[in-house]
Each structure stands twice: as structure tokens, then as C-alpha cells.
């Protein structure tokens, strides 16, 4: 418990923030319902996913599978489709693993540790699901909260270190409005994503300014403290779209690819040694994790095509499982 003479005054903290989230916070599909089901998939869409990005997803992927009972029966093919272009595809993996847990317990667990035990879901969605869904007093601890926290406390440790996480976890749950766990949860999150921003907080705005202390000490810009940073790896790769007949070259990756398996990608440059180069369709910069893509795209023909490519037309190639480096080159070539 924060009791010294510096502890925020929490009572006052949480009438505030739910004050400024009842006049501030975004209208997103997701907050229109408490149902588990939608609230559960967003929350998994929304992890390393900009709000912007995934509404369309968000969408489409209901309008796909409007039931737990519908995800869990889906094509795997499919499902991949629907999520092709968000990334992280291990998520869509596991809320089909997850959705086949749930149908055949009969029904969406209704508490913190029955969710935990779902594929997938780790302690901040379990938290999330638990609190917004069915109103348990659990705090969710993302890095958008990490961020509020480590400063309001001006919490020196380092942000990777578990000692440090698990002070952060006591203070959300302190912190926590034990009466309205769902609208505290989203509000402390909203106010890390619109005011408490990684670069220029806007504390002007906040309604917490009164009582954080990295701001009392004009330090907001020091925290969260990161100790370790992971090093960056440049890739530099040539993708070559290749042509015939209204029809595009592509191959699909393997069982032993791991996360990846199932996708659909364009050949690299490497890989067609015989292929003709006709023009370059300009080039874009993708990140996955700490690697740092420099992709160029080429349009080319190939006059033969070694065994394992196949050719793809417009649609079928919008109902295949793309990789979002393949997609994002394929709408480089006009071909989308
Ligand atoms: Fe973040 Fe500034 Fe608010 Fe402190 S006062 S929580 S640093 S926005």
C-alpha cells in the first residue's frame, strides 16, 4: 500500500479520471457492448494493433463469425484471410484455439482464472474480459497503463524487470475503483493513449496532473525507465510480382514455419534466379518486432517458374491468407 506523505490521494484520482473518461472517450464499436465475445476479440486485435487499424478487422472478422460457435468451426484458411494484413498471427491461431476451449465447456468462462485457462490469454485480457464483460475487480496492466503508473509514482525500476511489474501490478490494483472495474480499466487506458503520450505527454489536459509526481517533478519524459533495448536487425529484400495472364506468382509456407505457416507470400528476387526484372514499383518499410524491413517490389515475368509457385487471380488472391509484407507490395504493383 502507497501510504507515505507522497501516496496519491486515490479517492480523488479515480472521481477524476471517471469524470474526464465520461467526456473524453472514444466511441469504439467494442465499447457498445459488454458481450465477452466481441470484447474478447478486440482486446486480442488491439495487442501491438493501432485502434485505427484494427476497426475495419474488427468488423469484417464478426461480420465473419458472429459466434464463438462460428470461430471455433471456421477453415483455418479462413480465419488466416480474414486476419491477413494485422500481423501477429499466432493471435487469430489462438482465439480459434480459444473458441473451440469455450464451445466445448459449453459457454465462456465467468471468472479471472477460468479465462487465464483460455488459449491465448494471459493476465492483462484476462483482466480486461474479466472487468468490462462480467464487472469483476480486476486491474489490467498494458502498456498504456504502465505508462500512467510509472509516472504518477515516478517509479524508477526498470519497466522489463519483473520486481518492477510486479509494484505496478499492487498500484493498479490499488488504484483500482473496486465499484466500476469496467469504466476504470478503459479509462486509465484511454487517458495512456490520448494524454499520458510516450513522447509529449499532455498533462495540460490530465486529471491526474494534480497528484503525478513525475510531473510535479518535470520528469515525465524519463519514464517508463527502459534499461534494455533490444538491438534493431535490418532486412533488406526484393520481392518480385510476377505476371502472367492477369494472373500473380505466389507460394505458400509450410507446416514447419511456425507462426507464418498457412501464408501466401510473392517469390524474392533469390528465389527466381531466371526471372526478368521490368520495373521497380517503388519501395516501404515494415516492422515486425525488431526487425526493421526494407522491402523493394519489382514487376517481372518469368518465362519458367520452379515447382511450389503457383499463379493466383485478383479474387483468389483476396481469399488467400496474404502476409502483410506481401500484401502491402501487391498494393505497391496495383495489384490489390
Ligand atoms: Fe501523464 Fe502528465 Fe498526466 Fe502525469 S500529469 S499522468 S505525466 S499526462
Known amino acids: 500500500m502507497n501510504t507515505g506523505p507522497n501516496a496519491p490521494r486515490w479517492n480523488i484520482l479515480r472521481k477524476a479520471l471517471a469524470r474526464w473518461y465520461a467526456s473524453a472517450k472514444r466511441d469504439l464499436p467494442w465499447r457498445r457492448t459488454s458481450e465477452p465475445y466481441p470484447v474478447w476479440v478486440s482486446e486480442i486485435m488491439l495487442q501491438q494493433t493501432r485502434v485505427a487499424a484494427a476497426l475495419p478487422y474488427y468488423e469484417r472478422f464478426l461480420q465473419r463469425f458472429p459466434t464463438v460457435e462460428s470461430l471455433a468451426g471456421a477453415p483455418e484458411q479462413e ?19 480459444a473458441a473451440r ?3 466445448a465447456a459449453g459457454g465462456f468462462p465467468r471468472t479471472y482464472e477460468g479465462l487465464r485457462e483460455l488459449a491465448g490469454i494471459g493476465d492483462y485480457t484476462a483482466a480486461a474480459v474479466a472487468s468490462i464483460s462480467f464487472g ?5 496492466l498494458d502498456g498504456n497503463v504502465m505508462r500512467v503508473l510509472t509516472r504518477l509514482m515516478a517509479e524508477p525500476g526498470d519497466i522489463q524487470s519483473p520486481k518492477t511489474r510486479a509494484r505496478l501490478a499492487a498500484v493498479a490494483r490499488e488504484f483500482l475503483d473496486q465499484r466500476a472495474p469496467a469504466e476504470h480499466n478503459q479509462a486509465v487506458m484511454e487517458l495512456g493513449a490520448l494524454v499520458c503520450l510516450p513522447r509529449e505527454p499532455q498533462c495540460l489536459l490530465c486529471p491526474l496532473a494534480g497528484e503525478c509526481r513525475a ?13 534494455r533495448k533490444q538491438k534493431k536487425v535490418e532486412v533488406d529484400l526484393a520481392l518480385l510480382v510476377v505476371e502472367r495472364e492477369g494472373r500473380v506468382l505466389v507460394w505458400q509456407r509450410g507446416a514447419e514455419e511456425g507462426r507464418m505457416a498457412g501464408f501466401w507470400e510473392l517469390p524474392a528476387r533469390q528465389q527466381l534466379p531466371g526471372a526478368r526484372e521490368l520495373a521497380e514499383a517503388g519501395s516501404f518499410r515494415h516492422v515486425i518486432t525488431h ?22 487471380d485478383r479474387k483468389e488472391l483476396r481469399e488467400i491468407p496474404l502476409s502483410t509484407i506481401a500484401r502491402k507490395a501487391l498494393r505497391m504493383a496495383g495489384v490489390d
Not at 469483476?136 to 489490467?140: D, F, P, Q, S
Not at 510531473?215 to 534499461?227: D, I, S, T
Not at 517490389?297 to 493466383?312: D, E, L, S, T
Open 79 to 97: 480465419l488466416l484471410a480474414v486476419w491477413s494484413g494485422l500481423g501477429y498471427y499466432s493471435r487469430a491461431r489462438n482465439l480459434q484455439k
Open 101 to 103: 476451449q469455450i464451445v
Open 136 to 140: 469483476l475487480a480486476h486491474a489490467v
Open 215 to 227: 510531473r510535479r517533478e518535470g520528469r515525465a519524459a524519463e519514464f517508463p525507465v527502459k534499461l
Open 291 to 312: 526487425h526493421q524491413h526494407t522491402v523493394r517490389v519489382f514487376r517481372a515475368v518469368a518465362k519458367r517458374v520452379p515447382a511450389g509457385y503457383h499463379w493466383r
